[in-house]
C-alpha cells in the first residue's frame, strides 16, 4: 500500500488513537484513566510483549491507587492502535498482565506501569522430556499448541521421523528447534501460533519512502556468515550407507529477481565455501529439508537493517515491506523480524528490524 492510500485509510495520520481492555473494561472510554504511553513488541522470537503506563491514579487521602483491582496478574488484555475512533483500529496483541510496578519518587507524582505478554507466554514455562513415534513436526506442533489453548495455523512439514523427542525444553524452545530445521518460522499472534515458511514470498504491505513516511533506515550488507553450498551428512543404518542431503545458490527463500544472494556474492571472492554438518537423519528428504534451513539461516545474515516509520500497524512481523529513496542498492522489499509500535504523547511511532537474502 503506498504512502498516499495510507494517508487516506488513516485519516492523514493526524488523529492516533488506541484501545485497552482488561477484563473487557476499556480503560479509557468506560474507566476514564489517563494512558501516558502503549507500546507493543512484535516479534518472530519468542512472546509478544505489552507495556502501558497510567499517570495520576494516585489517591492521596486514601493512599491508594484507583483501579488497581483491574490489574491483577493473569487478567486478560486486548489492545488495539491506528488513528481515528475505536472502530477503524486494528487488533495488536491479546494476552494477560504479567507485571505491575510503580515508584514513589521524592518530587512528582506516582505512576502505574503494566506490562504483561501474548497468549503464547505459559509455553515459556517449564521444561519437559517426552517423545512422539512417526509423527511430522507440523502433527507435532498442532499437538503442543492445543494443549496450550492457542488457535493453530500449521504447514505441513512433509517428514515423517521415527521418533521426536523433547528433551528437558519448554515447549516453545521445543517447537523452535522443530521449525528451525524446517526451515519454518514459529511466532504467535493474539491467540494464535504460526508454525509455517516464512511469508518472505508475498506483497508488500506498505511501501515507504525516505522521508515520506520512512523516518530513519539503517541497512548493513556482510557476508561474514555467507557460504557457497551446505552439506548434511548422515548415515543410513539398514542401507549401511552415508545420506548427504545439499543446499546451495538458488535454494534460498525471499530471493528477489534481479538481486544476488550471499552465496553468489561469495563466489565472486572464494571458489569454494561449503559448510559441511554432521547430523542424524533417517531419510534423504529429511538431510535435504536440514541443508536448506541451515542455508536459509544463513542466507538471512546478508543484509540487516532497523528502522522507524510514522505509526502503521500494519508493519508486523512476518510481512514484508519496501522501502525506497535509500539508493539502488537498499531500495527493495525487506522482511520484517520485529517491530515495536509505540503511542504516546509525541504520537505514534513503529521502530523495525528486518532482514534479506538478497541485495
Not at 520512512?214 to 548415515?235: D, T
Amino acid at each position: 500500500m503506498e504512502i498516499t492510500a495510507l494517508e487516506e485509510k488513516h485519516g492523514s495520520f493526524y488523529a492516533p488513537s488506541f484501545q485497552i481492555k482488561v477484563n473487557g473494561k476499556d480503560l479509557l472510554s468506560s474507566e476514564k484513566l489517563e494512558i501516558a504511553t502503549v507500546q507493543i513488541d512484535n516479534t518472530l522470537q519468542g512472546a509478544d510483549q505489552f507495556s502501558f503506563t497510567i499517570n495520576g491514579g494516585f489517591d492521596f487521602a486514601l493512599r491508594e491507587f484507583s483501579h488497581l483491582e483491574l490489574f491483577k496478574i493473569g487478567a486478560p488484555v486486548e489492545i488495539r492502535m491506528g488513528y481515528g475512533d475505536a472502530k477503524k483500529l486494528q487488533l495488536m496483541l491479546r494476552g494477560f498482565i504479567t507485571s505491575v510496578k510503580t515508584s514513589f519518587p521524592s518530587g512528582g507524582l506516582p505512576n502505574l506501569v503494566v506490562s504483561g505478554y501474548d497468549s503464547s507466554y505459559c509455553m515459556t514455562k517449564g521444561k519437559k522430556s517426552r517423545n512422539w513415534e512417526d509423527k511430522k513436526d507440523s502433527d507435532v506442533a498442532a499437538l503442543v499448541a492445543g494443549e496450550h489453548n492457542l488457535k493453530v495455523t500449521v504447514q505441513d512439514s512433509q517428514v515423517v521421523h521415527p521418533k521426536i523427542e523433547q528433551n528437558q525444553e519448554t515447549d516453545r524452545a521445543f517447537l523452535e528447534k522443530l521449525a528451525k530445521r524446517n526451515k519454518f518460522e514459529l511466532y504467535s499472534f493474539s491467540d494464535e501460533l504460526y508454525f509455517r515458511e516464512p511469508a518472505s514470498k508475498e506483497s508488500e504491505v506498505v511501501t515507504l519512502e525516505w522521508g515520506k513516511g520512512l523516518v530513519s533506515f539503517s541497512p548493513e550488507l556482510n557476508i561474514a556468515e555467507q557460504v557457497s553450498q551446505v552439506e548434511v551428512r548422515g548415515w543410513n543404518v539398514n542401507e549401511k550407507k552415508a545420506i548427504v542431503g545439499t543446499a546451495k545458490k538458488g535454494d534460498e527463500l525471499g530471493r528477489d529477481p534481479g538481486r544476488k544472494s550471499g552465496s553468489e556474492l561469495l563466489e565472486t571472492l572464494c571458489k569454494s565455501a561449503v559448510l559441511r554438518v554432521r547430523n542424524p537423519v533417517y531419510s534423504q528428504q529429511e538431510a535435504d529439508r536440514i541443508a536448506k534451513a541451515i542455508l536459509k539461516t544463513r542466507s538471512e545474515d546478508l543484509v540487516k537493517g532497523s528502522g522507524e516509520s510514522i505509526g502503521l500497524p500494519e508493519i508486523r512481523a512476518d510481512r514484508n515491506i519496501k522501502l525506497l529513496g535509500l539508493g539502488k542498492l537498499f531500495s527493495k522489499t525487506y522482511y520484517v523480524e520485529q517491530t515495536t509500535h509505540t503511542v504516546s504523547t509525541s504520537g505514534y511511532t513503529t521502530s523495525f528490524r528486518v532482514k534479506e537474502t538478497t541485495i
